[in-house]
Structures are given as C-alpha cells and as structure tokens.
T-cell receptor, first 108, second 113 residues
C-alpha cells in the first residue's frame, strides 16, 4: 500500500523553530520532496532527499531516514510569511504520492 | 512565476456545460501532469503525459478528458461534471524520469453548480 502521514495543523511563534514530521509507506521509494503552498497559490519546491541525513538550505532543512520511512522539515527563525501548507511527497517508483499537507500558522 | 501557466484561474460551470482548462509550460520539460486538490485531501494525480503520450490514468471518470497536443501544452476537457468535482485543478511539468522536480502552475479553481 501507499500512505503518507503528516500532522494536519501546527502553530508557532515568529522567530521560533518548528519541525514538521512526515512518515511514509510506499511499495517502491526513490526519494522524498517537500513543497510549500501559500493559500491560493501553486505548490513550490523546497527540498528533495534521496539519501539518509540532513540537507540544509538557509532557514529550511530537511531530514530523511529511509530505514524508518521518516522525514522532517525544519524551519528556523520563523517569519510571518512562512504561514503556509507544507506538503510531503514520496516518489513511488515513478509517481509522486502526496500527503494531505500540514497547515502552519505563525503568530507574532 | 513558476514557468507553468494555467487558464482560467477561476471557472464556474453548470452540470451540463462543456469547458476546458488550459496549461502551458515554458521550462522545456517533456512530462506534464494534472492533479486534483480538494479540501483536507492529498493531491490526487489524475493524468500523466510523457513525450505527449498518456502514461497514467488514475481511474479518472470519463467526464474528464485530457489532451496533450505537444510537450508545452496540456488541456483538461470537462463535460457533465458533478458538484463533487469542484476543486482546485493543478497542472505540473517536469523532465521525464523518477526523482525530477515537478513544477506546478497556480491552478484553476473549478466550481460546479
């Protein structure tokens, strides 16, 4: 079967750090994507992990553990503009399977 | 600007209407996709075109009919839709092959009345 799980909603304070978790079960696995989607806008690419470990890109980092079927997106020094939905997506052989997305609200 | 342009951005149609959604990509990609995004549900892959040939059709009802005349353009023809088809329809493109980043358009909001 194929399943992607992530929390539905999270809240955090401006300047803080937040970690959005994602667990996946796919029959084949070729990597994991994170996308950001602001309300009414296109999902935009944030990161892609194929190998285990942490990939850092400015304020955003993404971690993958293939053996545990687990990934997280870490957002540091949160800003109000980071309020958005964050979509976890696993590549299953040749298809990208999405989770429902985590809606993050950042408060002042 | 993502390089993938969708029109119209908003569409309201009756259940007996025929309309089309249009997508154009300016990224030189050779694979294009239609996704459906409904509230509180994961993005659902509807169709995949690779080198202008349909390679994926995820049990989508025949009232949705895709067309890919060339590698830069993708259409979704809509006919006798149901109210439950109201959703955001996202077009996307990528280079062919697993692991390549998919780039999305801003979507067409469809309301069926």
């Amino acid at each position: 079967g194929q399943n992607i799980d992530q929390p539905t909603e999270m809240t955090a304070t401006e300047g803080a750090i937040v970690q959005i978790n994602c667990t996946y079960q796919t029959s084949g696995f070729n990597g994991l994507f994170w996308y950001q989607q602001h309300a009414g806008e296109a999902p935009t690419f944030l990161s892609y992990n194929v190998l285990d470990g942490l990939e850092e890109k400015g304020r955003f980092s993404s971690f993958l553990s293939r053996s545990k079927g687990y990934s997280y997106l870490l957002l540091k020094e949160l800003q109000m503009k980071d309020s958005a939905s964050y979509l976890c997506a696993a590549y299953n052989t040749d298809k990208l399977i999405f989770g429902t997305g985590t809606r993050l609200q950042v408060f002042p | 600007e993502t390089g993938v342009t969708q029109t119209p951005r908003h569409l309201v149609m009756g259940m007996t209407n025929k309309k089309s959604l249009k997508c154009e990509q300016h990224l030189g990609h050779n694979a294009m996709y239609w996704y459906k995004q409904s509230a509180k549900k994961p993005l659902e892959l509807m169709f995949v075109y690779s080198l202008e040939e349909r390679v994926e059709n995820n049990s989508v009802p025949s009232r949705f009919s895709p067309e890919c005349p060339n590698s830069s353009h993708l259409f979704l023809h809509l006919h006798t839709l149901q109210p439950e088809d109201s959703a955001l329809y996202l077009c996307a493109s990528s280079r062919m092959g697993s692991g390549n980043t998919i780039y999305f358009g801003e979507g067409s909001w469809l309301t069926v009345v």
